[in-house]
């Protein structure tokens, strides 16, 4: 079957597979910054000499000031990023911040001393924030209601073959003595958006975007090149059938609009999926999961960073298949209880003796199963979650209050793990794998916070979500009230 048999076009296929590159970028950075730390010239660069050990080593606070203070540049990327989206576009936010990722990098590649590295890191994750703010929610709106769930893993999925590219890569070149050994794959984070800041111009900005900002020529236009083998007299019904139902959202709404009573669960369904997506340690794993394999002295740490990243690919094709058949619910019901089993495990084979090599075997490969449980689930459909639940009027203030507090949780996540690894300095102490125990604690509850709140959205189109939270006005229901009464007495009336 023809790809123009699904409701997919060359234009439609073109414009996503851009915002998905633009993703892949996401992914190939925050491993290059991940994996760049555990290699020894870094560590040489950047720490200090450890005469009692022999070698050079990041100090603590530099580790946790590395790995969580991009938070904060991430929280401003959001709030930019949702501004210049919701002004401007999405066409005009991806360009946006792939010209400052071309400056951002730069700081981050020519860095020699610590300060500089720090804000090198913290100002890129601006880019990085404003790709959470646009590109999960211009695939939603771009995509076939029938698909969207897989469009929307498409974000998680390319995130994650940029992390296996550059784990690749970071893997050839740590065993370079010099400053190259962490410089080449800082570098190559600027190929991809040379790339974005000129293809994103021949995409197509969503019709939906045109039609909430009542500009319904521009919204046909839009919808032409997205189809333009649909004759014209289904191409016009169709947009008169989306501009109906998108015209129920034109109205202007405010901050405390999220908290009404058709808002509020919407609002809280979507920032605490964000929440759990972090508090399951997802940030441990993935920033530090390097330096917490090299540290246990079983394996090449890097092999392990590949590793993952591959089973997590292996998860997300799996999510991206079964997501739009057995819905959301089941695929975030599932993801909850493999991380909690898998937590759990690696949290008992913690309590073995430091010198077990087995159990520290036991230990990566139940950090392993864990990022594929994670990714099978928590990873991806949080963001398909983010980007279709919201109403349309309200979708970046919703998701940017939902990114704030997931960036704010991951920020206690990885700036707390150093405190927890280095047991010879005082007041630190070493839980190893141990922290299974926090984490799959916090899966748990997140099993039953999915079971309780998370609706079920499969296959139906953005406006229709937005009914079904709807509160009805007192006219709505005299409307139904008078349906009701005609159909009862049109029943009554059938001859017996």
């Known amino acids: 079957m023809a790809f123009k048999d699904w409701g997919i076009s060359p234009m439609l296929m073109f414009s996503v597979g851009?915002?998905?590159?633009?993703?892949?970028?996401?992914?190939?950075?925050?491993?290059?910054?991940?994996t760049g730390q555990a290699m020894d010239s870094f560590e040489h660069q950047f720490g200090y000499y450890d005469a009692a050990k022999d070698k050079w080593a990041l100090k603590p606070l530099f580790k946790s000031l590395y790995n969580s203070c991009k938070a904060g540049g991430q929280i401003i990327g959001v709030?930019?990023?949702?501004?210049?989206?919701?002004?401007?576009?999405?066409?005009?936010?991806?360009?946006i911040m792939s010209i400052y990722a071309l400056g951002s990098t730069s700081v981050v590649v020519s860095s020699s001393t610590e300060a500089q590295i720090q804000i090198g890191r913290a100002l890129h994750y601006i880019y990085l924030g404003m790709q959470m703010a646009v590109i999960p929610t211009a695939l939603?709106?771009?995509a076939p209601a029938k698909f969207r769930g897989g469009m929307g893993v498409l974000y998680w999925l390319s995130i994650k073959c940029g992390g296996l590219l550059v784990t690749g890569i970071a893997r050839g070149t740590e065993n370079i003595t010099s400053n190259a050994a962490w410089r080449i794959p800082f570098g190559l984070i600027l190929v991809?958006?040379?790339?974005?800041?000129?293809?994103?111009?021949?995409?197509?900005?969503?019709?939906?975007?045109?039609?909430?900002?009542?500009?319904?020529?521009?919204?046909?236009?839009?919808?032409?090149?997205?189809?333009?083998?649909?004759?014209?007299?289904?191409?016009?019904?169709?947009?008169?059938?989306?501009?109906?139902?998108?015209?129920?959202?034109?109205?202007k709404r405010s901050f405390k609009d999220l908290f009404t009573k058709e808002n509020r669960q919407r609002t809280f369904v979507v920032a605490a999926c964000n929440f759990f997506q972090q508090a399951t340690g997802q940030a441990f794993a993935s920033q530090y999961g390097t330096l917490f394999v090299k540290q246990l002295n079983t394996i090449n740490p890097f092999s392990v960073t590949l590793g993952t990243n591959a089973v997590d690919i292996g998860a997300i094709i799996i999510s991206a298949l079964l997501i739009d058949q057995v819905g959301r619910r089941i695929m975030f019901s599932v993801s909850s209880t493999m991380q909690t089993v898998f937590l759990m495990t690696m949290g008992g084979l913690g309590t073995a003796d430091s010198s077990n090599i087995d159990a520290k075997k036991g230990i990566v490969a139940m950090l392993l199963l864990y990022s594929f449980s994670w990714s099978l689930g928590w990873a991806p459909l949080t963001y398909v979650i983010g980007a279709e639940l919201p109403s349309a009027p309200l979708r970046e203030m919703t998701l940017q209050i939902a990114y704030t507090l997931k960036l704010v949780t991951e920020f206690a996540v990885t700036f707390s793990y150093p405190y927890m690894e280095t047991a010879d300095t005082p007041g630190h102490v070493y839980l190893g794998g141990k922290l299974g125990f926090i984490y799959g604690s916090i899966s748990f509850l997140a099993i039953i916070f999915g079971f309780l709140f998370i609706p079920e959205t499969k296959r139906m189109e953005l406006e229709d979500i937005d009914k079904q939270f709807s509160v009805p006005s007192k006219d709505d229901l005299k409307i139904a009230e008078n349906q009701a009464y005609e159909e009862e007495t049109t029943i009554s009336e059938v001859p017996k």
């Open 18 to 34: 851009v915002l998905v590159l633009s993703a892949f970028n996401y992914g190939f950075s925050d491993q290059a910054f991940s």
């Open 140 to 142: 939603s709106e771009l």
């Open 192 to 251: 991809i958006p040379s790339i974005i800041c000129c293809a994103v111009w021949f995409t197509v900005e969503p019709p939906r975007w045109f039609l909430l900002r009542d500009r319904p020529e521009e919204a046909f236009q839009a919808l032409r090149r997205l189809k333009p083998n649909m004759p014209d007299e289904e191409l016009r019904q169709e947009f008169d059938i989306l501009s109906y139902r998108v015209s129920q959202q034109l109205q």
């Open 79 to 95: 709030f930019f990023g949702g501004y210049v989206s919701n002004t401007y576009g999405r066409r005009m936010c991806v360009f």
